[in-house]
């Protein structure tokens, strides 16, 4: 079955700690998307990707990076630049930039 | 500022009371809006895409419409399954590589 998957689930990280989120899909799609979502807030956008070896900034990209190297890898580094990472992290993929995005299942981070 | 607002922020209904949840935007050239739902630490599931005003979907016991300013999901005789975060977002034409998200309409159905 096609679909996206994040990995880990759940991730802790010391102050002062870079930590990387893994996203993966299996859909041929090309555009690929990072969001953050807080507790009684709408999904803020990261980063996105419209194709292999590109991606531009979102929203709040402030201590935060992103590579594609691979049109079905997506990964997003926090960086210690990053005040507050605390938050629930989605990965959504979509056949073209601006189609309808599917999510994947997310990863909490928690800063210790 | 473009934005997208949800309400209820929650709604609590017993199994089989019909309800609509709202969505209501502010961008001045819908491309499309989306609804998904989400359910606890896990992540949201497209549901319906509408774009342009008249325009209804269904889906087992949802309907979601579509007006110029606002979105509407009908739940009809929902079951405690239907629990979940309903989350709406837009797209504008002038930029449709972005999403605006609401902050979602938390559902609890009780048996």
């Known amino acids: 079955d096609g679909g996206i998957t994040q990995s880990p689930k759940y991730l802790f990280r010391k102050e002062g700690q870079n930590v990387t989120l893994s996203c993966e899909q299996n859909?041929?799609?090309?555009?690929m998307y990072w969001y953050r979502q807080d507790p009684g807030q709408g999904l803020r956008l990261i980063y996105y990707?419209?194709?292999?070896?590109?991606?531009q900034k979102g929203d709040i990209a402030e201590g935060y990076s992103v590579s594609r190297e691979k049109k079905e890898s997506f990964p997003l580094t926090v960086t210690s630049a990053q005040k507050n990472p605390t938050a629930f992290y989605l990965c959504?993929?979509?056949?073209?930039?601006?189609?309808?995005?599917?999510f994947g299942p997310g990863t909490r981070l928690t800063v210790l | 500022e473009d934005q997208v607002t949800q309400s209820p922020e929650a709604l609590r209904l017993q199994e089989g009371e019909s309800s609509s949840l709202n969505c209501s935007y502010t961008?001045?050239?819908?491309?499309?809006l989306f609804w998904y739902r989400q359910d606890p630490g896990k992540g949201p599931e497209f549901l319906f895409t509408?774009?342009?005003a008249g325009e209804e979907k269904e889906k087992e016991r949802l309907k979601a419409t579509l007006t110029k300013k606002e979105s509407f999901l009908h739940i009809t005789a929902p079951k405690p399954e239907d629990s979940a975060t309903y989350l709406c977002?837009?797209?504008?034409?002038?930029?449709?590589?972005?999403?605006?998200f609401g902050s979602g309409t938390k559902l609890n159905v009780k048996p």
């Open positions: 959504a993929s979509s056949k073209g930039l601006g189609d309808t995005q599917y």
């Open positions: 859909l041929n799609h090309d555009a």
């Open positions: 990707s419209q194709i292999v070896n590109d991606f």
């Open positions: 961008v001045s050239g819908l491309r499309g």
């Open positions: 509408l774009y342009s």
């Open positions: 977002a837009v797209q504008a034409v002038y930029n449709f590589n972005k999403f605006y």
